[in-house]
């Protein structure tokens, strides 16, 4: 979570001149710069959310926060860019989930082995019951992502947990699950 270094009141946001919603600084940059929520969404594939578990308490890091004002200005306009160029490197997917850790609940006689994957979603959403397809090790398997009440959509950006079955499947950290 950022600091709050300064009151965002009715200053501007350093990199679109928008004016600053009283909610908002989520993104302070490493000079204590508050950015408007428009332009941390955008900035978001280049920095996401990191949520770590550390002796069981979840702890959120932002990249963003160790960025130059300098560095984002840059980088804002080379976003989608950057973009086509994940898309590119991943078969034009439509969206892209990067597994990080894999627990896998072993199944029954009739019931498929669960797997629960964190990891980020580093451009585009998933919904629930989204057809995608898990890439591991050049293999490619479709699977069905279950329905989580408390979520409509894993959007970009952050860290997700996301839930499929299947027999046989084989799921590692640094595996894909992407959108076609
Ligand atoms: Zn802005």
Known sequence: MANKRSKPGRELCPVCGR???PAEGVGALADGSLLCSHCVRKLRVMYPLREDFVKGH???SDALNQATL???REQIGTVSAYIDGLRAQN???NALFLVETVEAERGGL???PCYSVR???LYG???PMDRAVLLHGGTETEIELEIDLDTQEWKSG???VLRFSGKGLEVAPGDRIVRR
């Open 91 to 93: 078969g034009g997917s």
């Open 58 to 60: 979840i702890q959120r």
């Open 158 to 160: 952050r860290t997700w």
């Open 19 to 21: 004016a600053l919603l």
């Open 119 to 121: 990891g980020r979603v």
């Open 110 to 112: 009739l019931k498929p």
């Open 70 to 72: 300098e560095t984002v």
């Open 125 to 127: 959403s998933f919904d």
